[in-house]
């Protein structure tokens, strides 16, 4: 009897303590998206960022400004570590804006909205205008052979698929022929590509983004353009009832050497586990279009945030905990790339890494890249979100900038915000700050920061 009354005791004792520990928990969680909500740093910064430095394109003089402010903010933070990662990385520039028109006929023309893709090469001084072949895919490419395409645009325009609720899987079906739809193209003689922009909304803002043209010799490489989906529709439209209509188009972009940059690091460092890091990010470079503010000022606040809230609350991690402004995510990965090497080369032991590049929208949970054994545990904190109705935790990357972090053995998580409305903004003129809404940015660096706090007080 005398035992039973222990073990009851001992199992009592042990039942309260993780009552206490969850009841614990929970109050500072509740703390961080208070403070987020009202005395959080994230909007203002992206204000700064947004508008009064504006689009990053890697190697540009924007880009260096941001640096600039990065390393100042974070060290105005007061972190016991801030420091620039050198990087070389690719200069591209756009040059004057682009223009493009549809002729019907000799002196009938519609103008329509294009853009340069990232890394193309210019049009002849005077532009280029041929006759018009659409596809919808390399297979159709193929099928038409060289006779049909020498010495005519081609234009791809598969759209993202409507019916796909993941977003991003939709746009990772259509984007291949903006990567290497000008490399195809070229094989058949095409004197230039257009393609339609990777957006799920029918509006007249083409969407740019990265493209290659793999081996292809300099002297053979053709100017590749996207055009907005309003006009990507108008154009299709009017090739079936004029398939020799002719388009015009112009652009004077141009690749120049890699130039130097940097990744901005700040880290608070770990009381009990200082060599192991927890590590949170986001791409500090954007596209020239807009001013980058959901692709990825947002992750980028967000990811500062975490440590700013870390210690505006006076919570001293266990682990040490690292924020990482990449560069060169969009055209090059160069960043990214580089502090993996780094880290490599440094013996530094990356225990965590999540990252924020989806938008600034309402966040709905996370993917992980994790075994199944630590996927588990995380799964248990679910719990913890379900007060804020963030939901989802599933299997999935983290992200282009922490991706090559994996062959470290890090386990990876990427910060998921509801996606509907993402690609209305991405890569185009109209990723502006005025498309942020304030409340959902900060609730998104709130629920950042109580997945690291998890990981730091729990483990993996």
């Known amino acids: 009897m005398k035992n039973l009354l222990i073990y009851f005791t001992f199992f009592s004792l042990i039942v309260f303590s993780q009552e206490k520990t969850t ?14 909500l009202t005395q959080g740093k994230s909007y203002d910064w992206l204000a700064h960022l947004s508008n009064q430095i504006g689009g990053r394109l890697s190697g540009s003089l924007n880009a260096e400004r941001a640096v600039n402010w990065g390393k100042e903010e974070l060290e105005a933070l007061g972190l016991d570590k801030v420091w620039l990662e050198p990087v070389m990385v690719p200069k591209w520039v756009r040059g004057n804006f682009e223009y493009a028109s549809i002729e019907t006929t000799p002196g009938t023309i519609i103008n329509v909205p294009i853009c340069a893709l990232g890394g193309s090469v210019a049009t002849p001084a005077n532009g280029i205008k041929a006759e018009v072949v659409e596809v919808d895919s390399f297979e159709s490419l193929k099928n038409l052979g060289r006779e049909n395409i020498e010495g005519k645009i081609v234009f791809y325009n598969r759209p993202m698929n409507p019916k796909l609720i993941n977003t991003f899987l939709a746009y990772s079906q259509a984007v291949n022929q903006r990567h290497t739809g000008a490399q195809e193209a070229i094989k058949y003689g095409a004197l230039a590509v257009i393609v339609r922009s990777m957006n799920l909304k029918n509006d ?32 299709s439209s009017m090739l079936k009832l004029n398939p020799k209509l002719r388009f015009f188009i112009k652009q004077n972009c141009k690749n120049y050497p890699d130039v130097l940059s940097y990744n901005v690091i700040g880290q608070i460092n770990g009381a009990e586990f200082p060599d192991k890091i927890i590590l949170v990010g986001g791409h500090l470079d ?76 309402t966040p709905r949970g996370f ?82 920061t109580s997945l690291i706090y998890l990981v730091d007080v729990f483990g993996l």
């Open 367 to 448: 993917t992980f890249d994790a075994p199944d054994s630590i996927y588990s545990k995380i799964l248990s904190w679910k719990k913890y979100f379900k007060p804020y109705m963030i939901n989802y935790f599933g299997k999935g990357g983290g992200g282009a900038d922490v991706g090559p972090l994996k062959k470290t053995g890090t386990v990876l998580a990427g910060l998921r915000p509801d996606a509907q409305r993402y690609f209305d903004y991405h890569h185009a003129a109209s990723d502006t700050f005025e498309a942020i809404n304030k409340r959902e940015l900060e609730i998104g660096a709130a629920t950042m």
């Open 204 to 235: 007249d803002y083409p969407h740019t983004g990265s493209m290659s043209y793999g081996k292809t010799k300099l002297s053979k490489r053709i100017p590749a353009a996207a055009i907005s989906t309003n006009g990507a529709n108008l154009l």
């Open 23 to 36: 009841i614990n928990i929970e109050k500072k969680i509740e703390l961080f998206y208070n403070h987020s």
């Open 286 to 361: 954007s596209w020239d279009l807009g001013d980058g503010a959901h692709d990825d000022g947002a992750g980028i606040v967000q990811s500062m945030e975490v440590l700013n809230q870390f210690i505006s609350l006076g919570i001293k991690p266990r682990h040490t905990i690292r924020v990482v402004l990449f560069m060169n995510e969009e055209n090059g990965l160069k960043g990214a790339r580089k502090y993996a090497d780094n880290a490599i080369k440094n013996n530094e032991h990356h225990y965590f890494a999540l990252e924020s590049d989806a938008g600034g929208f």
